[in-house]
Every structure is written in structure tokens, then in C-alpha cells.
């Protein structure tokens, strides 16, 4: 097992933020938990087997990189050409040691790179030998995502490695897969890699892109003009690669007679925890997020306690961080947090909301307000969008959250930020709601 005493191994700290305070009566208890990791970098060990680390330094890895091959990525042409450029350049910038493969997608799914259910070895040569493959890929097809995420996989999990990641490209929407058979590979792929999604261009779902990103606990985003498919994907591997630490879950023990009302990170974006807690021992549950390197997360925690008396204090939660033994165990980070309930007549004191809990509550409502904004425009319903993409616009310039509050310009009129006054475009380019969507969930962090 990996020594923690060791440079360069990730240390976790977790840090609550809360009121807890609580009127006569009173039971739901809210916090906002920040999940830090520091000294890891891209270079250091990975808290697994010493047989678990890769020729390279860093911790073993594996990584399969899916492009969407089906016949819209010739249309135009040079969106095949940036496909296979960008994905040269992924690879490219793979540490030595890292495994890795590569999958064309289409209706099926058809190993590019190195072929036989095999992963290769990322060394100098077998970057070459992948570029010249990568050089024979055309188009032509359709699109059944979920088949390339299963032999992903299928690659992925018959690697003995600490990190399994995953990249997906795509440029349309699912025509040739059902929408339960995508849920079912989704699910069938959760806990077993993690994977960042893109989309290209404009003639894709955004919808499912996202779904892909949440459900394997990745990021999602729009690459409209296929030229900057390079930058992106570079960026990408690049952050995959300085990932230490793969499968940290979040332990929250609650005590008897209290209930867990939502488990939801907050930051670097809103993504929704609560249904996928596994039990962990009486009164204890695991929430999963996912592979970490040097970061630092927000996750709002919700707890319903039973009521006390005035002047009652008592533990509502604790939260700590674990990552999985090989014995099916959990392993304990050492780091932990306690949620407090205090009972008090004091008024004031009691409806004081805590600044974090209060700004990312906001942001939650951003989120939301934006999703249901764009639907009822595409639906028709013009007062109805006008009103929530104003809440949003409000709420954007409260919380400082100024890079969505560019993209909503981009979609209203701002009369009054603050009032949350707008008026709809006429025109809006596709590209740029489809940006607003997929972003709708990135959050800006609190200023402690």
C-alpha cells in the first residue's frame, strides 16, 4: 500500500462551512463541505500498490479516447481532419507508461488502435503507430454511443491500473440507440472509468453529451468550431494526467433518527449526488467523486435531524473521505468534518443563512433557472422563458458569476440585472444557446 509519509502523494483535507444554529422545532441542517487535495501534482504516487505505478512517475493509468466516426463527421470535411488531429495531439500528450487505446464510433464500435481488446503502452513509438492509425480514419455510419462506451469499458476495466478514464467525442445525436439502451451503458459503465464528453459543431444532443459527463462523473462541453478540437482535447489529457487518486467517495454517517435530504457538489459545477449512495455500515452511506489530483471541491450536504430542546446541541453529521481496498473494504483518507445542531431562541441568530450555503443555493437556482429558461423558449412559451432567464440573469450578476452571465447576454436583452428585467433576441445563434446549456452548471466558488 501506498505511503503517505511519501512527497508528492495527495493529502485530502475537508473544511465545513455552516450555520448551526437552529429555531425551537427547528430539523434541517444545510453545510457546504469543501473537499481539498494538495502536494499530488502530475508526477506523484498514486495511494494504491507500489505494483499500481507506471514506468512514467505517475500513478499507472489507462485511457481510451472514442471519436465519433459516423457519416456527419464529413460534412464539412475538415471536422474528420480536426477529429484525428485532436486526438493525435491526446495522445501525444500521454505520459510514458500510460495505457491506452483508441475506438472509432459509429452505430458500432471498432477498435482503431491498438486492436485485439488490447490496450497499448504510450512510449514513443506506440504514439507513432496510433498517429498513423488515427491518419486511416474516415467517415461514415451512425451514432449508437453507448456501444463505444461499453467496449471502453470492456478496455478499461481488463486494465490493472489506478486511474481508468475515458474521452468522447461526438457531432450528432444518438439516432441508431435507443434512449434506455444509452441509460443502460451508462449505468453499466458508472464506478468502473470515468469520462469527459464533448460535442462538435452544433447538430448534436445536448441532453445526451451531458448525461454522458454526469453519470461518469466527468465534464461536458461544446467545441463549435472544430478547429479548436486540438486545444481542448490537449487540455484535457493534460488534466487527466495529473489525476492521483482514483474512486474517493465522500462517507457521510448521520445519526439515528436523522434522514440525508440531498448530497449535491456545488462546485466546480452542480451535479447531483443524492441517488448514487451506496451503503457503507449502519447509519453510513458513500457518495462517489470521482478521480482527483491537486483540486479543491464544494458539495452541499442537507440533513434532517429530529428536533431537540433550547440550548440542545448535537452532532448532525460527520463526513469523511475513503477510496476502496482491494479486499472490497474502504481505506479512510483521514480527513473529516463535522456538522453541527444547535437549538436557540435567539432569533437572529437562527435565520442567519451562511454566506456559502447561501451563495451556492444561489447557484443551484442559476443552474435551474437557465435549463428551464432555454426549454420554454424552444417550447414557445415566451413569458415564460422571459421570466426565468431574468431570475438567471439576476442571480449571475449577485453571485459574480460572470461567465455565465456572457452567454445570457448572448440569448437576452438585459434591461436591469439586478431586477432581473430582460427581453428575449429574436435571433440567437445556435452555437451560442448551446453553449448557455451545456455550461448552465459551472459555478464560481465562494469567496471565503
Known amino acids: 500500500m501506498a505511503d503517505f509519509?511519501?512527497?508528492?502523494?495527495?493529502?485530502?483535507?475537508?473544511?465545513?462551512?455552516?450555520?448551526?444554529?437552529?429555531?425551537?422545532?427547528?430539523?434541517?441542517v444545510d453545510a457546504i463541505v469543501t473537499v481539498t487535495a494538495t502536494g499530488g501534482g502530475t508526477t506523484g504516487g498514486a495511494v494504491r500498490a507500489p505494483r499500481l505505478h507506471a514506468p512514467g512517475g505517475g500513478p499507472s493509468a489507462a485511457v481510451v479516447l472514442m471519436v465519433d466516426c459516423s457519416g456527419s463527421m464529413d460534412h464539412p470535411p475538415a471536422?474528420?481532419?480536426?477529429?484525428?488531429?485532436?486526438?493525435?495531439?491526446?495522445?501525444?500528450?500521454?505520459?510514458?507508461?500510460?495505457?491506452f487505446a483508441v475506438v472509432a464510433g459509429t452505430h458500432t464500435a471498432r477498435e482503431?488502435?491498438?486492436?485485439?481488446?488490447?490496450?497499448?503502452?504510450?512510449?514513443?513509438?506506440?504514439?507513432?503507430?496510433?498517429?498513423?492509425?488515427?491518419?486511416?480514419?474516415?467517415?461514415?455510419?451512425?451514432?449508437?454511443?453507448?456501444?463505444?462506451?461499453?467496449?471502453?469499458?470492456?478496455?478499461?476495466?481488463?486494465?490493472?491500473v489506478a486511474i481508468r478514464h475515458g474521452i468522447l467525442l461526438t457531432d450528432g445525436r444518438n439516432e441508431h440507440e435507443s434512449a434506455a439502451g444509452l441509460r443502460a451503458a451508462l449505468d453499466a459503465c458508472a464506478g468502473r472509468f470515468t469520462c469527459d464528453a464533448?460535442?462538435?459543431g452544433t447538430d448534436?444532443?445536448?441532453?445526451?453529451?451531458?448525461?454522458?459527463?454526469?453519470?461518469?462523473?466527468?465534464?461536458?462541453?461544446?467545441?463549435?468550431?472544430?478547429?479548436?478540437?486540438?486545444?481542448?482535447?490537449?487540455?484535457?489529457?493534460?488534466?487527466?494526467?495529473?489525476?492521483?487518486?482514483?474512486?474517493?467517495?465522500?462517507?457521510?454517517?448521520?445519526?439515528?433518527g436523522s434522514t440525508v435530504r440531498f448530497v449535491k457538489q456545488v462546485a466546480p459545477a452542480v451535479e447531483e449526488l443524492t441517488g448514487r449512495r451506496t451503503g457503507a455500515g449502519p447509519r453510513a452511506g458513500d457518495y462517489p467523486l470521482g478521480s482527483w489530483g491537486d483540486e479543491s471541491r464544494d458539495y452541499h450536504v442537507g440533513v434532517r435531524v429530529p428536533p431537540a430542546g433550547l440550548g440542545r446541541e448535537m452532532l448532525a453529521a460527520r463526513v469523511g473521505l475513503v477510496i476502496p481496498e482491494p479486499d472490497g473494504g474502504a481505506r479512510d483518507l483521514g480527513a473529516q468534518g463535522l456538522v453541527r445542531a444547535v437549538w436557540t431562541d435567539d432569533v437572529a441568530v437562527s435565520t442567519a443563512i451562511n454566506p456559502?450555503?447561501?451563495?451556492?443555493?444561489?447557484?443551484?437556482?442559476?443552474?435551474q433557472a437557465i435549463r428551464q429558461g432555454l426549454e420554454l423558449r424552444r417550447t414557445g412559451d415566451i413569458g415564460g422563458a422571459t421570466a426565468k432567464l431574468g431570475r438567471a440573469v439576476q442571480l449571475a450578476g449577485a453571485s459574480g458569476n460572470a461567465d455565465t452571465a456572457k452567454l445570457l447576454a448572448k440569448v437576452v436583452d438585459v434591461v436591469d440585472a439586478a431586477a432581473g428585467t430582460v427581453r428575449l433576441k429574436a435571433a440567437v445563434g445556435e452555437a451560442d444557446e448551446m453553449t448557455l446549456d451545456t455550461r448552465s452548471t459551472r459555478t464560481v466558488r465562494v469567496k471565503k
Open 356 to 367: 456559502q450555503v447561501a451563495h451556492y443555493t444561489g447557484q443551484a437556482e442559476l443552474a
Open 204 to 256: 448534436w444532443e445536448v441532453k445526451e453529451v451531458t448525461a454522458v459527463a454526469s453519470a461518469l462523473l466527468g465534464s461536458a462541453d461544446i467545441v463549435a468550431d472544430p478547429a479548436g478540437l486540438t486545444a481542448d482535447f490537449t487540455r484535457l489529457m493534460e488534466t487527466a494526467m495529473g489525476k492521483e487518486v482514483a474512486d474517493v467517495a465522500l462517507r457521510l454517517w448521520t445519526p439515528a
Open 79 to 99: 471536422k474528420m481532419r480536426h477529429a484525428r488531429d485532436a486526438t493525435a495531439a491526446a495522445v501525444g500528450t500521454l505520459r510514458d507508461g500510460v495505457r
Open 112 to 160: 482503431v488502435y491498438p486492436g485485439g481488446g488490447r490496450l497499448a503502452v504510450a512510449g514513443a513509438a506506440t504514439r507513432e503507430e496510433a498517429t498513423r492509425a488515427l491518419g486511416r480514419l474516415d467517415a461514415g455510419g451512425g451514432t449508437a454511443i453507448g456501444t463505444w462506451l461499453r467496449l471502453a469499458g470492456r478496455l478499461l476495466t481488463a486494465a490493472d
Open 198 to 200: 464533448r460535442g462538435v
Open 5 to 28: 509519509s511519501k512527497p508528492n502523494v495527495p493529502r485530502f483535507s475537508v473544511d465545513v462551512y455552516q450555520n448551526e444554529y437552529l429555531p425551537e422545532g427547528g430539523g434541517d
